[in-house]
């Protein structure tokens, strides 16, 4: 597999190198040109593209031209690397560029050449910081070449979000690319989007994003209702459950299962006969919540507590996670086990996941230092290649095998004697480490030693800049969580080249070979020296899970003393294959999530389109029309009796009632009642039309509106309560995305048919309630509509999120709104 993966990489940069030449050869050419010449080659492209010539046939010149108003403008001219590195972009490939290599400066070469059609260009990144100083950093390069730039920041105000997506280029984080989608389907005026569509995307550290993150859906939640002492008392109960004798603790899926003690412990403490019965679910639920809570998720490591409040920590990065929450009740159970105030639980109003927002562009590539050990996942999910793009120095890094400890306490003392001893020499240190708590605790321990040192974790993150800018100095010793892996440069300091370089000192394997590349890649970066060593334990979590009894046994033929460490081949490949064994568990995760979401994504679409129909039309009568047949052929076959082999006309007129039609029927078969009863509905309609006057069509809008909002935040939670129930169902030989598709499907067309009959009811009913001179105003704020028996909750809520293109879905019914196949 690697073979083959490395053939069709060389013949990739055989091409690109190719390519680069044509580029070179346009240099000459652009240094000549005056400012105003070389601004004026945007215009010149524009008009080339509308005769017909693609972007592909104005690469080579576009590139050159930006390449030349870069050092120009900002003293940076593109390496031939960084030019094979951008056409790999522009090709919609995921591209791997190791740290140092100006991955921001190569995405000015595609984000130019695709802004020129006059179509939306997005580069995704992992924060506002960054999105906001590579959007100043670049943007002068597009704007000396006509172009205009934008960025998006979190809390920015929708008319300057709208401005920044109006722009040529926006820059912003993939978290706030993806809300905005969200919001977009939620409003109910057109001109209350913000954003242009879905052409061309970058995402930078695409690794993180598209892979790592894309078991957390983006979603918008409103508060509902559960009460908080369930929380608590469920935490505190929690607590009396022996673990391995009331449940048993799955550490590698993290599950928990109650056992037949447990089970009857439950129903003890609860006065409850049985647990299992549909009317305890949710105290099984709430239960489950809370052993989870307390035994997977630990305080410093997985959350911090600040100002009373439970912030999740990024578990790849290590950076914290405000306004993040974890879904279905978990996050509560945290709150209740840590005697925080418990915040009410929420609603899903609108999600989707990283892997269907980014599927949705019509080109998307990537760039990041590490991508190649997941190409099958790029490939399966997003239909991408990784081309991997030589340095433009040749890496001289020393990379060390890994030392083994017997225990963790060994493994510190070595760790920092190590420190130590390169502090001494003068030599800068990086140390990694996977949580806030073993960064505290080395931290604690180098301070007992003298060793001045700064920490770098979720707590401190506001130093970040200025930590990493001294990283690089000499006697510099700074200790990282997998925040430091990521958009970090560290440079050297004078005098350290000679010392070695930067020393990247690793304290545990991450579950992910790519975080570790990550940290490793601080180091040696443009041809400087650097090394890196990792120093673990057979007490680290990923040697205890997955290296087991493979480990056990090496440590007793070995018979290794204490203090010894261990160096050897064959536990770098154990170290390995345990690390693929949980990549690929995540994998699987993520796979079954994306399967789970593409048939949401389905529904999600036919709902979206739906709503942008009715966004752009200014009259809906030939679409009530479609509503009130699928209605009444419903309603009219509902009335249909078996013995008397005919439409019971009595039951049929009760139930036009409720619709305030008074119905005396006259048809003889069920074609003739069904047009007589349409005929009914189609006069109640035009009566009210009538009666609204021009404004009807602006109240039909609202209503159809609130109703789809309502109907799918409903559909939404009964998903996730689908997703639940089908897993289970996998003990008994059936496949869960089958079953899920299958019922997710009926539970899809009942609220379809619950939208029409909703929207028929309710605009059969409207009334006006407020005196005519007010009419105008109150309509701007949809105010004088007055509903019998409206039940329709407001749409306002926050954004949230909580942890976790084929279009041929079915029905029995064909809608022309809600075009649907089996």
Not at 279 to 290: G, K, R, T, V
Request: net charge negative; charged share 35%.
């Amino acid at each position: 597999m690697l073979f083959g993966f490395l053939d069709k990489n060389k013949s990739l940069l055989k091409k690109y190198e190719k390519i680069t030449n044509t580029v070179n050869e346009f240099e000459k050419e652009m240094m000549s040109l005056s400012d105003n010449e070389l601004a004026g080659k945007t215009e010149e492209f524009k008009k080339r593209i509308n005769n017909g010539e693609s972007l592909d046939d104005i690469l080579p010149e576009a590139f050159a031209v930006v390449r030349e108003a870069s050092r120009r403008i900002l003293n940076m001219r593109h390496f031939d690397v960084q030019i094979m590195g951008g056409i790999a972009l522009h090709e919609g490939k995921i591209t791997e560029m190791k740290t140092g290599e100006g991955k921001t400066l190569v995405a000015t070469l595609p984000i130019y050449l695709n802004a020129l059609t006059g179509k939306n260009v997005h580069l995704a990144t992992h924060n506002d910081y960054l999105a906001k100083r590579d959007a100043k950093w670049m943007g002068p390069v597009y704007e000396f070449l006509g172009l205009t730039v934008g960025f998006i920041q979190a809390n920015m105000k929708p008319e300057d979000r709208k401005k920044a997506y109006q722009a040529n280029v926006t820059y912003g984080t993939a978290n706030e690319f993806g809300f905005d989608y969200l919001r977009d389907n939620l409003v109910y005026d057109k001109s209350d989007k913000v954003q242009r569509g879905h052409f061309y995307a970058i995402v930078d550290e695409a690794d993180s994003i598209l892979i790592d993150e894309a078991r957390t859906p983006l979603i918008i939640s409103g508060p509902a209702d559960t009460p908080s002492d369930l929380y608590r008392r469920f935490a505190s109960q929690a607590k009396k459950f022996i673990p391995e004798k009331d449940y048993t603790i799955d550490e590698k899926q993290k599950t928990i299962a109650l056992t037949e003690e447990g089970i009857l412990k439950a129903e003890r403490m609860l006065s409850i006969d049985n647990l299992y019965d549909p009317n305890n679910i949710q105290y099984l639920f709430h239960l489950l919540n809370a052993l989870k809570a307390l035994n997977f998720f630990k305080k410093d490591r997985d959350y911090i507590i600040q100002d009373g409040e439970i912030i999740i920590v990024d578990e790849f990065t290590g950076r914290l996670l405000p306004g993040r929450r974890y879904s279905e009740g978990l996050h509560q159970a945290i709150e209740a086990k840590e005697g925080v105030k418990i915040k009410e639980e929420s609603m899903t109003f609108a999600t989707i996941t990283f892997q269907n927002y980014f599927r949705m562009y019509e080109k998307l590539a990537g760039m990041t230092g590490t991508a190649k050990t997941e190409e099958d996942e790029f490939k399966s999910i997003y239909n991408t290649e990784v081309v991997v793009i030589p340095t433009n120095e040749p890496v001289i890094r020393e990379d060390k095998n890994d030392l083994i400890y017997k225990t963790k306490e060994e493994k510190y003392k070595a760790i920092v004697d190590e420190i130590v001893k390169r502090y001494e020499k003068g030599q800068p240190v990086l140390v990694g480490t996977t949580s806030i708590e073993n960064s505290e605790l080395l931290s604690e321990m180098l301070k007992k030693r003298g060793i001045p040192h700064e920490v770098l974790n979720a707590k401190y993150h506001e130093r970040e800049a200025e930590i990493v800018a001294k990283a690089g100095q000499k006697h510099a010793v700074t200790i990282a969580t997998n925040m430091a892996g990521r958009g970090t440069d560290i440079k050297l300091g004078e005098g350290v080249t000679e010392l070695g370089g930067l020393f990247v000192l690793g304290t545990e394997r991450h579950e992910s070979r790519r975080i570790d590349n990550q940290l490793i890649g601080r180091a040696g970066r443009q041809g400087d020296p650097g090394e890196s060593r990792f120093i673990l334990s057979f007490e680290d979590d990923l040697l205890r899970l997955f290296g087991g009894d493979r480990m056990k046994n090496m440590m007793n033929t070995l018979k290794i003393e204490d203090g010894q460490p261990i160096e050897h081949k064959m536990l770098t490949h154990i170290i390995q294959d345990s690390q693929k064994k949980v990549e690929g568990i995540h994998f699987s995760i993520r796979k079954r999530l994306y399967e789970f979401d593409s048939v949401m994504d389905k529904q999600r679409t036919v709902i979206y389109n739906h709503r942008d129909w009715i966004l752009e039309q200014g009259n809906y009568d030939e679409h009530m029309k479609e509503i009130i047949a699928d209605v009444v052929d419903r309603l009219v076959d509902a009335c249909w009796n078996e013995s008397e082999e005919k439409i019971d006309k009595a039951v049929l007129s009760q139930k036009l009632k409720q619709y305030l039609i008074i119905a005396d029927l006259k048809g003889d078969n069920t074609e003739e009642v069904k047009e007589e009863v349409f005929n009914l509905f189609w006069r109640r309609y035009s009566e009210k039309k009538e009666e609204f006057g021009e404004d009807f069509n602006k109240v039909a809008k609202f209503v159809m509106l609130r109703i789809i909002d309502d109907k799918w935040r409903h559909h939404l939670d009964s998903i996730e309560a689908l997703k639940e129930s089908v897993n289970l169902r996998s003990y008994g030989q059936k496949d869960p995305v089958m079953e899920f598709k299958r019922e997710s499907y009926i539970l899809f067309d009942k609220m379809v048919d619950s939208i029409y009959d909703d929207i028929i009811n309710y605009l059969m009913r409207i009334v006006r309630v407020i005196p005519e001179k007010e009419e105008k105003e109150a309509m701007k704020a949809y105010s004088n509509l007055s509903f019998i028996h409206n039940d329709m909750s407001a749409i306002d809520g926050k954004d949230g999120k909580s942890k976790e293109k084929e279009s041929n879905f079915s029905g029995n019914k064909i809608r022309k709104r809600y075009k649907v196949k089996k």
